[in-house]
């Protein structure tokens, strides 16, 4: 798979039908700019996910909305480290996706999924972002 620009399996996407989509396929605008206050799919660039993970916790603190991230499995980054830091569930996909390419990915994919606020303990929590990581703080 030579470039990040690939669709999602027909049966994902129809999973998450109606569901905002910042990263859609050949995209003429750039999601990491846009708000994400609703339920959220995204399928970011498998190359450079984590500008894409930062947005999804910070969207997810922010407004509440329910966002769910399709990455590689890829458990020794600092992007999942983040990830499960915010609280985030992983779903891992049981065969490899084709990415609607009739050739099998070579890697295994998950879900990353950052529940709504109605779903989670409502807590005060500081968010504190550098340049190389996310830090969330429980507020006493």
């Known amino acids: 798979?030579?470039?990040?620009?690939?669709?999602?399996?027909?049966?994902?996407?129809?999973?998450?039908?109606?569901w905002y989509d910042p990263c859609p396929f050949k995209a003429d605008f750039d999601g990491l700019l846009e708000d994400w206050r609703i339920n959220t799919y995204v399928n970011p660039p498998y190359s450079n996910p984590k500008p894409w993970v930062r947005k999804a916790i910070r969207e997810?603190?922010?407004y509440g909305a329910t966002i769910v991230l399709l990455l590689k499995m890829d458990s020794s980054t600092q992007w999942f480290q983040e990830l499960q830091e915010a609280g985030a569930h992983f779903l891992w996909v049981n065969k490899r996706l084709k990415f609607r390419t009739n050739k099998t990915a070579p890697f295994p994919s998950?879900?990353?999924?950052?529940?709504?606020?109605?779903k989670i303990d409502k807590k005060q929590v500081r968010i504190i972002e550098t340049e190389?990581?996310?830090?969330?703080?429980?507020?006493?």
């Open 1 to 18: 798979m030579a470039t990040d620009d690939y669709r999602t399996d027909k049966w994902l996407s129809n999973v998450f039908s109606g």
């Open 60 to 62: 997810n603190r922010s």
């Open 110 to 118: 998950m879900l990353a999924i950052l529940e709504g606020h109605d």
């Open 132 to 140: 190389s990581e996310i830090i969330i703080q429980e507020v006493k």
